[in-house]
C-alpha cells in the first residue's frame, strides 16, 4: 500500500492541453496531464477528489465498467472539475501493452476518445488478436516485434488511425522502448498491490470498489458532486 500511495503522489506530470471555455467555465475533460510514472491524467488538476483507475485494455470486467461509468455521471463530475480521473495500466499481454502506448503517445485531447475507443471495441480486437503469436508473449518478455505485429493484427492500429493518429506517428510510438520500460515497470508496481482490475483508488486510498455503482458511492462520500 505504501508504495501505491508513493505512485499516486508521484501522479503530477505536466499539462498538455489547457481546458476549453464554454459558457458555463472551463471544460475540463479537454485537460490532459501525462503522469510521470506512465498513464494519463484527464480534468482539473484542483479538483477536490482523484479517481486513479487501475485498468486492463484487454480485460472483459475493465470494458464494462468503463462503459457503464461513461453511462453514468462520470463524465459530467470530470467535466465540472470536480474529479481528476487517472489512468493506471495494469498490463496482462502484448495487445494491452500495444493499447497502453497509443493511448500515451495520441495528441492530449484525443488520449481519452482513444481510451474509451480501445475499450469499445474489445471484444473484437481481442478475439482478431488470438490469431497472432506474437500475443502469447507475456508482459515481462513480449518484444517490439511482438506488440506491433499484435496491434497490427488485432485492428488496434486501424482503430488508433481511425482516432486520427497517422502511420508514421503510430510507428514511431510503437518502437519507442522507453515508454515500454516504463510501463512495464509501473505495471509490476500496481499488480503488486491490487488483486486484479478493475481497481481504484480515491484522493490516494485504495477503495474496495469493482463497479461503478460502488466507485460512485465513493466519489459522492468523498465530496464530488
Not at 491490487?194 to 459522492?220: C, D, K
Request: aromatic fraction near 4%; charge should be negative; include cysteine.
Amino acid at each position: 500500500m505504501r508504495i501505491l500511495l508513493a505512485l499516486g503522489a508521484a501522479l503530477c506530470g505536466l499539462v498538455l492541453a489547457m481546458p476549453a471555455q464554454s459558457a458555463g467555465g472551463p471544460d475540463w475533460s479537454a485537460t490532459v496531464t501525462e503522469l510521470p510514472a506512465g498513464g494519463q491524467a484527464i480534468g482539473n488538476p484542483q479538483a477536490p477528489v482523484t479517481l486513479t483507475e487501475y485498468l486492463s485494455y484487454t480485460c472483459p470486467h475493465c470494458a464494462e465498467y468503463v462503459e457503464q461509468s461513461r453511462a453514468g455521471d462520470l463524465d459530467q463530475l470530470v467535466d465540472k472539475g470536480e474529479v481528476q480521473l487517472e489512468y493506471v495500466h495494469a498490463l496482462r499481454d502484448p495487445l494491452d501493452i500495444a493499447a497502453a502506448m497509443l493511448v500515451g503517445c495520441a495528441p492530449p485531447a484525443d488520449a481519452g476518445k482513444l481510451h474509451n475507443a480501445i475499450f469499445a471495441a474489445q471484444a473484437d480486437l481481442v478475439d482478431a488478436a488470438r490469431g497472432v503469436p506474437g500475443m502469447y508473449s507475456r508482459v515481462p518478455v513480449a518484444t517490439l516485434d511482438d506488440i506491433q505485429a499484435v496491434a497490427k493484427g488485432s485492428g488496434l492500429r486501424a482503430l488508433a488511425i481511425k482516432a486520427g493518429m497517422t502511420d508514421a506517428a503510430i510507428d514511431t510510438c510503437l518502437s519507442d522502448r522507453a515508454m515500454l520500460d516504463k510501463l512495464r515497470a509501473t505495471s509490476q508496481l500496481v499488480w503488486s498491490q491490487i488483486r486484479g482490475t478493475p481497481a481504484f483508488a480515491i484522493n490516494g486510498r485504495l477503495t474496495a470498489a469493482h463497479g461503478w455503482g460502488e466507485v460512485q458511492t465513493a466519489l459522492g462520500a468523498a465530496g464530488a458532486k
